[in-house]
């Protein structure tokens, strides 16, 4: 932990992945408590900055992702973490929080998937 680049915050972005499916679920945050967490529990607790507090992924909506593999960029400065998920990973009920599509060529967003 001692080699991770923590924020001024003292966060570090962590980029969630299918383990199966390599979809790129969700963008979360930790804090070397949630880290650590993480890594006792096997299953992800990233940091809430809205709350202020741990927040254990699926806590409330049963929606849980176990850890299977940990990765460290080159810099140290952020984490992928792929897992097996049940349920939603989208607070939105959907499948991914990336379903929003950015139209280059008319520059506006469009929606990708609907909530299952």
């Not at 804090?31 to 940091?47: D, F």
């Not at 929003?100 to 929606?111: K, P, R």
Request: with cysteine; glycine share 6%; net charge negative.
């Amino acid at each position: 932990m001692a080699e991770l680049n923590f924020n001024s915050q003292g966060l570090i972005p962590v980029i969630t992945q299918d383990a199966t499916s390599r979809e790129v679920l969700m963008m979360a945050w930790m804090n070397q408590e949630s880290l650590a967490k993480t890594l006792e529990a096997g299953r992800m607790i990233y940091w809430s900055r809205s709350r202020q507090a741990l927040w254990a992924k699926g806590e409330t909506s049963g929606h849980v992702q176990l850890l299977k593999s940990m990765r460290i960029d080159c810099d140290g400065d952020a984490i992928l973490c792929l897992v097996d998920q049940t349920g939603a990973a989208c607070h939105t009920g959907r499948s991914n929080c990336f379903y929003l599509q950015v139209d280059l060529g008319n520059q506006c967003v469009t929606i990708m998937s609907q909530p299952q």
